[in-house]
């Protein structure tokens, strides 16, 4: 059933207890694992890795305790607090360091620990033969620590310390193959463009501060309805900012495809288990400043539509299948941001369709190092075709991620994206027909793309060459493949079964029922339609017609979908190019202007002092010559006024 229009706020935080009062211990655990590794070098190399595995599986099990010990209360008990310690005592500002755990950051907690375990468990066998796959797992290790942190901090300031965190240990990982340049290049710009989004991040908490006089979540949540709509717009739109870079959605999406060059189990990391989405959960967990600022919530949704065709259009065009898959990535959070920009009817779904999306994105990105795996490390789709035969595993737990993110009927994606869709089309005016058919529009798209992926992977002739032999990959890569499986399969129906939209209500409110502008049964049809039309023509393209094995010219918008819609060229015109030169600029000012009066001056005074030493020459006649010249002047002077 879809829902909208909050009738209540969140429900009242407790003080942890129990088992909750242990919750520290999600973050402490892998980020123990991380120092361990990094501090004990060599040493703990034999055992290292499965330490640092070991120890995200317990995470995982300690959140899963937590969770059944949550399901087992009412839903107004559900939220609870955990003070650590005083972390910033200075005068008025205080700020404690705690954790929240929530029906929504135990969500998260799960989707992490789960999701990042299997992925944890699958490096075992991609990272076997690397001579540094100690330092790999403690920077994986890192990363879950990180984003644990940033979901279950009690605070915008304790999140954002989990935030840079996390910023940290995805440079670390991109970069991992650090020897070549193009992979440190990648890392970089990951890292770069990223902090401009934390430069809202910043802000935002600096003008809460200001206009709440605090930055926990209970006190900013509890003075939004004494603040102006003028600073709650520019908080939400800081916000955005920030979730923007870290989510890569537009216009500081450049560096999702570049980051590609780190291992593929790093990319499944990202991908799902969850930086990329680090930024729907900060809008989400931001919810109750949205609601009072209408226009900055209109923004969220609108980039969230553009990032939702832009990436499904570069999708199109690519035919690496790490970075296609990339490119669906930015694509479906562009749904999840278009979820959350539409108030309370979509945010109970943008973290429906995160979920899944974990899942099966973690599954075919781990699907695609397989066949990388067994393709001597080739991403070039080109050269594929044919492997279902050669590669029985992967092909079925990839093909079972493929029709979840079409949305086919009963996977998982056809749960969560079709609610997205859904609640598009709720609302008054143009608004709902221009949201609903881009979301409509979008799920055809996906549908053409990732057909077009599955198909030029796994199906048609074999283009692969004759010194290539592709070849299954170990278990311990294909059963964390397997799970995934399961989970694309049938997670999402489960989800509904279970009222998981009813499971978030102590902490996005409860909502009333509101009916789209068309009916469900038509919008659900018309989804199929174009799900259908847009497998259909990837069928016939690249199943029936034969593949070249180099690319075609194209179209020019084929050609634009190849270079990303030319977003490294715009960003080198509008952003680097008038920064070096404004740089440069001010710095020729500060030399020539600044530095040249000030230092001309004391030039001037220097040369003057230094002639007027020569008057100070130790001899009398000099002295008396000079004297007799001032009386002379004096003399003179009289004369003339005279």
Known sequence: MLVSLATEGPAAVHAATGLTAWGWLLVALPLAGAALLLLGGRATDAFGPILATLLSWASF????????????????????????????????????????????????????????????????????????????????????????????????????VGWEGVGLASWLLIGFWNQKSAYATAANKAFVVNRIGDVGMILAIALMFATFGAVDFASV????????????????????????????????????????????????????????????????????????????????????AITLLYGAIVGCAKDDIKKALAASTMSQIGYMMLAAGLGPVGYAFAIFHLITHGFFKAGMFLGAGSVMHGMNDQVDMRRFGGLSTAMKITWVTFGLGWLAILGVPPFSGFWSKDKVIEAAFVGEGLRPWIFGLIALLGAGITAFYMSRLFFMTFHGKKRWT??????????????????????????????????????????????????????????????????????????????????????????????????????????????????????????FADKAGVDGVFSGLAATIGGSSSRLRKVQNGFARSYALTMLTGVVLFLGALWVMN
């Open 61 to 160: 099990a300690l959140g899963a305790v937590i969770f059944l010990g949550m399901i087992g209360t009412d839903a107004g008990e559900r939220a609870s607090r955990l003070e650590l310690y005083e972390w910033i005592p200075a005068g008025a500002f205080e700020v404690t360091a705690g954790i929240l755990i929530d029906p929504l950051s135990i969500s998260f907690v799960l989707l992490i620990t789960f999701v990042g375990s299997l992925i944890h468990v699958y490096s075992l066998g991609y990272m076997e033969h690397d001579p540094d796959k100690r330092r790999f797992f403690a920077y994986l290790n890192l990363f879950v620590a990180s984003m644990l942190l940033l979901v279950l901090a009690d605070s915008y300031l304790l999140l954002f």
């Open 221 to 304: 949540n509890g003075a939004v309805g004494e603040a102006s709509t003028a600073a709650l717009t520019a908080i939400g739109l800081l916000l955005l900012l920030g979730a923007c870079g870290k989510s890569a959605q537009f216009p500081l999406q450049s560096w999702l495809g570049d980051a590609m060059a780190g291992p593929t189990p790093v990319s499944a990391l990202i991908h799902a288990a969850t930086m990329v989405t680090a930024g729907v959960y900060l809008i989400v967990r931001s919810h109750v400043i949205f609601d009072g600022a209408p226009n900055a919530q209109l923004v969220v949704a609108i980039v969230g």
């Open 466 to 587: 004759d010194e290539v032999h592709p070849h299954e990959s170990p278990l311990v890569m294909t059963v964390p493949m397997m799970i995934l499986a399961v989970g694309s399969a049938v997670l999402g129906g489960a989800m509904i079964l279970l009222d998981f939209p009813g499971f978030l209500e102590p902490v996005l409110g409860h909502h009333a029922h509101e009916d789209p502008v068309i009916p469900i049964p038509v919008i659900m049809a018309a989804t199929l339609i174009v799900v259908a039309l847009g497998l259909a023509l990837a069928w016939v393209r690249y199943v029936r017609e034969d593949v070249p094995e180099v690319a075609p010219q194209g179209s020019l918008l084929t050609q634009a979908a190849r270079k990303d819609l030319y977003q490294d060229e715009l960003n080198a015109n509008f952003l680097q190019w008038p920064g070096i030169h404004t740089t440069r600029s001010l710095t």
